[in-house]
């Protein structure tokens, strides 16, 4: 029996309360000792003394005639050397490095100040932190994941996120609840905390209806809304590109500084312009190089969920890819919604082959997938219809199905399901025609093009600069002479007109004229009688 709770023999003054103030002296210098040791092995230091040592057990009330047992005494009064550091109980404890807690809309806000918007890359999508934030039909990604289970029979979870470009933290649980509804099926594990996902036979049952209704089973699209607030946040209205961006537009081609100084203000409208002239004056070249007055880069999403339906936006044969340096690290820097794609302002020509399907939704009755029309492929770059005149469909066609898409800066789409869409018309549309465009079209619609720019024929000095940038192209060492041969000969006598793609043209007949016969790679005059009977002999 421990002293604090042995009886006192009677007649004998009571030694309980001295013992029971010792021992708890004892006890709380034993604690303070452990506390310096914790504190010196792992440098925590404990809140309260409760967290080592049990506390003592208060003694026994004591009878009404015996003298009332001291209050315990403190480890100072029992130890006067601990007076001059505090007591373990209050001591305050030490702040310990956690890794903070980071809500979805701080996670999202610390990514957008990662990325700086700038003239060349405006607006990024951010990574979703929710399903409700990303607007997915989940659903539609619901037969997403079954298509793909269906195509690759097995596939870890982690694949199939990066397959509908989603986080994995997100698809996570469609998967677990699919595994509950014993629709799929665990086949191993993974060494990633994951698991080799199968269908079952009632899965593979459900993946069979959701792949004869579409066989889409790509990336997860993304809102149309979604889709037209990027547009907004892109558009090239807002660019208003300045001389000297044109002047780095056009540093690869030879322009004459009055053309230049028509062209600035139409493109800087971002509206539409007619370029028209005799041809081979670089009518394309120039409408080629227009996009590159405006930022490089634009967002677009892989695909479109209108309702169910799915309508294609990324094009690999129109769109250009470059996306961003995911850096060297393990974690992600600046995290970007992977349902987009970066790519370089669009350029989209389209010559004598365009016909009217082509500005209107196609849908492929094998798979039931929509693809989007050139306009929306081209939206917030350029679209050149080259040729204008001379395509398959009539002029007043194309004029009819455009004259209030260029006015309003929006068109009307139609799905293959019936349904009506309206999407943003935010580009701009140069024709491009070797013939007079009052003579092609009438005056409403000319009016809807603001700008009607000749391209001329360059003069004499210009077009002898052009021979001197294209042999260093050519890779002929260039000579003024046979140069002044050759306008004083083939074009003055016959009043030929100088045209901007005759040097490049020139130049190459003359290199492979001297490579077929073994000859020095060089300007001749010889050489150049050769190249002008082959070239203008119908001209």
């Not at 000319?446 to 001197?468: G, H, M, Q, T």
Request: contains cysteine; aromatic residues 8%; charged residues 25%.
């Amino acid at each position: 029996m421990s002293s604090s709770n042995r009886p006192a023999a009677p007649g004998m003054p009571s030694a309980a309360p001295d013992a029971d103030s010792q021992l708890d002296a004892l006890l709380a210098r034993i604690e303070s000792l452990s506390g310096q040791a914790a504190e010196s092995s792992d440098g925590a230091i404990p809140t309260s003394s409760s967290a080592s040592l049990p506390q003592p057990k208060q003694p026994a009330t004591l009878p009404s005639d015996r003298t009332p047992a001291a209050p315990p005494a403190t480890p100072a009064a029992a130890n006067p050397a601990a007076a001059t550091r505090p007591a373990t109980a209050t001591r305050p404890a030490a702040p310990q490095p956690a890794a903070p807690k980071v809500r979805p809309a701080e996670a999202a806000s610390s990514a957008k100040l990662g990325f700086q918007p700038s003239r060349d890359e405006p607006w990024r999508p951010i990574e979703p932190a929710t399903m409700q934030e990303a607007g997915v039909n989940e659903t539609l990604l619901e037969a997403i994941v079954y298509r793909y289970l269906l195509n690759v029979g097995e596939c870890p979870g982690r694949q199939i996120a990066d397959q509908v470009k989603l986080p994995f933290r997100m698809i996570e649980p469609i998967l677990t609840r699919l595994k509950m509804e014993q629709n799929v099926a665990y086949k191993s594990a993974t060494a990633t905390n994951d698991y080799v996902y199968i269908l079952s036979e009632s899965g593979r049952a459900i993946a069979r209806n959701h792949a004869s209704d579409c066989t889409y089973y790509g990336a997860c699209p993304v809102r149309l809304q979604d889709y037209i607030v990027s547009v907004n946040k892109q558009t090239i209205e807002g660019q208003y590109p300045k001389k000297r961006n044109l002047q780095e537009a056009f540093r690869d081609l030879l322009i004459n500084p009055k053309m230049l100084l028509r062209l600035g203000p139409a493109i800087a409208s971002g509206r539409g312009m007619f370029l028209f002239g005799f041809p081979g004056n670089g009518k394309t070249s120039i409408a080629e190089r227009v996009t590159r007055a405006f930022g490089k880069y634009i967002w677009i999403p892989r695909a479109i969920d209108i309702d169910g339906d799915v309508l294609r936006v990324f094009d690999p044969m129109n769109h250009e890819l470059e996306m961003p340096d995911p850096g060297s690290g393990l974690l992600k820097q600046d995290p970007f919604d992977q349902r987009w794609v970066r790519i370089k302002r669009p350029t989209i020509v389209a010559g004598g082959e365009l016909t009217m399907d082509m500005l209107e939704v196609a849908r492929n009755n094998e798979s039931n997938i929509s693809e989007s029309p050139m306009q929306l492929k081209s939206n917030c770059g350029t679209l050149v219809i080259d040729d204008f005149g001379r395509q398959k469909m009539s002029v007043d066609q194309l004029l009819n199905r455009w004259i209030v898409p260029l006015e309003k800066r929006y068109d009307f789409l139609n799905m293959a399901s019936g349904k009506k869409i309206q999407v943003p018309f935010d580009q701009l549309v140069v024709f491009s025609t070797n013939l007079e465009p009052k003579d092609l079209v009438d005056d409403a619609f000319l009016r809807r093009i603001p700008y009607k720019i000749e391209v001329e024929n360059p003069p004499e000095a210009d077009f002898r600069k052009l021979f001197e940038i294209m042999c260093k192209v050519t890779k002929i060492p260039y000579d003024p002479g046979p140069i002044d041969y050759l306008i004083k000969t083939h074009y003055l006598p016959v009043n030929r007109p100088f045209r901007n793609c005759q040097p490049r043209d020139l130049l190459l007949q003359v290199r492979n004229y001297c490579l077929y016969n073994d000859l020095k790679v060089e300007l001749k005059n010889e050489y150049f009688d050769f190249a002008c009977d082959n070239y203008f002999s119908v001209m």
